[in-house]
C-alpha cells in the first residue's frame, strides 16, 4: 500500500501560478510512476501529467502542455505539479495517483490520494 495526501491548492487569478504537490508513504515511493489528474464539476476525471520512477519521462495532456511542469523528489516521496498561466478552465479537484507505468489511462494507477481543489477565476 501506499498513502498519497496532495497541498497546494486555491484560489487563483487568470493568468497565476500555483505549485501543487503530493507526499506518498508507505511503500517505497521511488518503484511508482506517478501521474496527475482532474476532475472539474459534471465531467470525467481526466489525465493531466505523468511522469516515470526515475523522473526521466514524462507525459503531458495537450491541454496543459507548456503551462505545467511534473517533477519529482525521490528522496522527499513527493511528486509536483507546477502549474503556470492558469485558466479558468483548469479549475477542478486535482488528485495524485501512482501506478507501474507513466500512462494517461486512469486504470493503470492503484493508489490515488484525495484530491486538492484548484479554482481559477477572476
Known amino acids: 500500500q501506499v498513502q498519497l495526501g496532495e497541498s497546494g491548492g486555491g484560489l487563483v487569478q487568470p493568468g497565476d501560478s500555483l505549485r501543487l504537490s503530493c507526499a506518498a508513504s508507505?511503500?517505497?515511493?521511488?518503484?511508482?510512476?506517478m501521474g496527475w489528474f482532474r476532475q472539474a464539476p459534471g465531467k470525467e476525471r481526466e489525465f493531466v501529467a505523468a511522469?516515470?520512477?526515475?523522473?526521466?519521462?514524462?507525459l503531458y495532456a495537450d491541454s496543459v502542455k507548456g503551462r505545467f511542469t511534473i517533477s519529482r523528489d525521490n528522496a522527499k516521496n513527493t511528486v509536483y505539479l507546477q502549474m503556470n498561466s492558469l485558466k479558468p478552465e483548469d479549475t477542478a479537484v486535482y488528485y495524485c495517483?501512482?501506478?507501474?507505468?507513466?500512462?494517461?489511462?486512469?486504470?493503470?494507477?492503484?493508489?490515488w490520494g484525495q484530491g486538492t481543489q484548484v479554482t481559477v477565476s477572476s
Open positions: 511522469i516515470s520512477w526515475s523522473g526521466s519521462s514524462t
Open positions: 508507505g511503500r517505497t515511493f521511488s518503484v511508482f510512476a
Open positions: 495517483a501512482a501506478g507501474f507505468g507513466a500512462t494517461n489511462i486512469i486504470t493503470h494507477y492503484n493508489y
